[in-house]
């Protein structure tokens, strides 16, 4: 008896060693019960069963707080995970409890009131066909009713007692950027995406978005981010963020009473403009040009905030992108007019040579400025939507 206990004992132990060498991708399943409360639990136990009709196994502990919801329930989505996906590891593994695990993340509810995860590598809704108890687990046979799927393949892996991802979380990212994407936009993102990638080492230069170019097309840089406007030629271009150009003034100038004015009507006075070659510059040149009325740029400087100071010593006028003239504004009591101009609306757009060129950490970052721009722009509509119902 004892040694049967003992050939058992090292059987559970050899088997959990064998178990940290089989690799498997990290889902989340998640349900509601009948009153709209959430519960979501991290899985690998996820395996296709057959694909006629589509179904899939799941097995979850009987003690889990999701068991009782999901068999309640009778229907759940299991959501595979991405590289990008290890905060939601940690929080739907004990880290919060109930309802909070699902503020990580991004969480809708599908039309039945299934909470599904929004980037996620794919959501399979399953409606439950079966369960048979084994053990400590009930192993749940779900036919699935819909599934959506995101292009690229960067599944979150277990295995060893790790998440595969840390393992080639390192590595090093040359960006090279103009000053209107690098002030408004960067630093938020690069700041999320070096919280969930710590290890990953970004170096970041500003040059004019004519520079960005070269320097990406001569593989002095990784990723490069310009103001559309300069010709691209053999490179893969995405789009990034928006931005408008506005005119800011000083408070007793006889502008600053307007609420927008043509860019012809700002001719007669002096201005303060940004050094030679920054696309702002160029724009302005060229709607001049267009004119056929000379530009009065009494002095050019380097940066945002000396054009800002400049402008409030009354030196002249200057445009800026309206994010950061409305900080200025603020800060220097200035005025801010808009231009009535259609190219004072300009796109910003993120520049490599390809992604399959790109090393790990390079996709990374491009796969996550791409879902900040996209979360960037649904933010946007829902704001017009605002707007115009107000």
């Not at 590891?89 to 993340?105: C, I, P």
């Not at 009507?265 to 001049?288: F, K, W």
Request: proline letters at 4%; one cysteine or more; a negative charge.
């Amino acid at each position: 008896m004892t040694t049967s206990l003992a050939d058992s004992a090292q059987v559970t132990t050899e088997f959990k060693r064998a178990m940290r060498r089989l690799a498997s991708t990290v889902t989340i399943i998640s349900t509601a019960d009948v009153n709209g409360n959430r519960y979501g639990m991290t899985a690998t136990a996820v395996n296709s069963l057959t694909m006629d009709p589509p179904s899939l196994l799941i097995c979850v502990n009987h003690s889990a707080s999701i068991h009782p919801a999901l068999l309640g329930r009778g229907r759940f989505c299991v959501n595979v995970l991405t590289t990008e996906h290890e905060d939601l590891v940690s929080a739907f593994s004990g880290r919060l409890k109930g309802d909070a695990r699902f503020e990580v993340g991004e969480w809708r509810n599908e039309d039945g009131g299934m909470p599904y995860l929004e980037d996620a590598q794919s959501n399979l809704f399953c409606d439950i066909d079966s369960v048979i108890p084994f053990g400590t687990h009930s192993v749940v046979i779900g036919r699935v009713s819909a599934v959506r799927v995101e292009e690229g393949i960067r599944p979150l892996i277990f295995a060893d007692g790790k998440l595969g991802a840390t393992q080639s979380l390192t590595g090093h990212v040359r960006i090279a950027s103009n000053l209107s994407t690098l002030t408004q936009f960067l630093p938020s993102d690069l700041q999320s995406f070096l919280k969930k990638n710590p290890l990953i080492d970004v170096h970041l230069e500003e040059k004019v978005s004519t520079a960005v170019l070269t320097a990406v097309q001569e593989n002095a840089c990784d990723i490069g981010l310009i103001v559309e406007g300069p010709k691209v030629s053999g490179l893969e271009v995405i789009p990034y963020r928006e931005d408008r150009l506005v005119l800011t003034v000083p408070a007793d100038h006889p502008l600053a009473t307007k609420a927008s004015v043509k860019f012809a009507d700002t001719l007669e006075y002096d201005y303060v403009g940004l050094h030679t070659g920054s696309q702002i510059n160029l724009q302005i040149q060229r709607a001049a040009a267009e004119l056929d009325k000379a530009w009065r740029c009494r002095m050019q400087v380097h940066t945002y905030d000396a054009l800002a100071a400049m402008v409030q010593a009354g030196l002249g006028i200057g445009m800026l992108p309206l994010k950061m003239a409305n900080l200025y504004a603020t800060a220097m009591d200035l005025r801010i007019v808009d231009l009535d101009e259609p190219w004072a609306r300009r796109r910003h757009a993120i520049v490599i040579r390809s992604y399959e060129s790109l090393q790990t950490a390079g996709k990374r970052l491009i796969d996550h400025l791409k879902r900040a721009s996209q979360t960037a722009d649904g933010q946007a509509e829902v704001h017009a939507h605002d707007e115009v119902r107000a």
